[in-house]
């Protein structure tokens, strides 16, 4: 740990690779296992399985709450091209443990202007009433559906698809297109859009 804080006394904190600064702010002192993960993601998901005390389980916790924040407030004004790009603004959902939907409403230049969250919980039939009030509030153009799905497989369901197919046609009364409809999973997402079911 002392070498880390003299690495990073000497040479700046930008001659540190991501898991030393981990362990630099956990005070996880090892960073040959943190280093094992093939990702932020993975160590993540993996979390409970580290031989760390609980005090350090809960600074690593939280240093992902504050990036998963920082992403999140990153994605206001983040101009959407492609699916990619709503799995990277996101990311976040990744840590819930319900199933949850969120609304992201889109300007003409299709930047985000408003995201929403619905619990899985509430969807019913009167949930694109709930969704195009807001959307029609804030003067959306056009709006994406994110949902995420705790099932190992998340390929749509029918039920998944006849509301993508319910929103997009109340879209089509009110003027605001839905656009996407992406399933976030714990290891990767689904484009509704990108399979050609939009």
């Known amino acids: 740990m002392n070498n880390l804080v003299?690495?990073?006394?000497?040479?700046?904190?930008?001659?540190?690779?991501d898991f030393e600064v981990v362990s630099l702010i956990t005070s996880i002192n090892q960073v040959d296992v943190l280093s094992k993960f093939k990702s932020f993601d993975d160590l993540f998901n993996n979390i409970d399985k580290l031989k760390i005390t609980e005090?350090?389980?809960?600074?690593?916790r939280a240093l992902f709450e504050i990036g998963f924040r920082m992403k999140s407030?990153?994605?206001?004004?983040?101009?959407?091209?492609?699916?990619?790009?709503?799995?990277?603004i996101s990311?976040?959902?990744r840590k819930l443990e319900?199933?949850?939907?969120?609304?992201?409403l889109l300007d003409v230049q299709k930047e985000v202007i408003r995201q929403t969250n619905i619990s899985a919980d509430n969807i019913s039939r009167?949930?694109?009433?709930?969704?195009?009030?807001?959307?029609?509030?804030e003067n959306a153009d056009s709006m994406i559906i994110v949902q995420y799905s705790k099932k190992s497989?998340?390929?749509?369901?029918q039920k998944d698809l006849d509301l993508t197919?319910?929103?997009i046609e109340t879209g089509e009364l009110v003027g605001i297109d839905v656009i996407e409809h992406i399933i976030i999973g714990r290891d990767g997402y689904y484009s509704l859009a990108d399979e050609g079911y939009m």
């Open 55 to 60: 005090l350090q389980r809960q600074k690593l």
């Open 165 to 167: 197919k319910r929103l």
């Open 126 to 137: 009167t949930f694109p009433r709930i969704v195009f009030k807001e959307a029609i509030i």
């Open 91 to 93: 990311l976040d959902m």
């Open 6 to 17: 003299e690495k990073a006394r000497m040479k700046g904190f930008n001659s540190l690779n």
């Open 153 to 157: 497989d998340i390929s749509p369901s």
């Open 98 to 104: 319900y199933e949850e939907y969120r609304v992201l």
């Open 73 to 88: 407030k990153m994605a206001f004004k983040k101009v959407i091209k492609c699916s990619k790009d709503v799995e990277s």
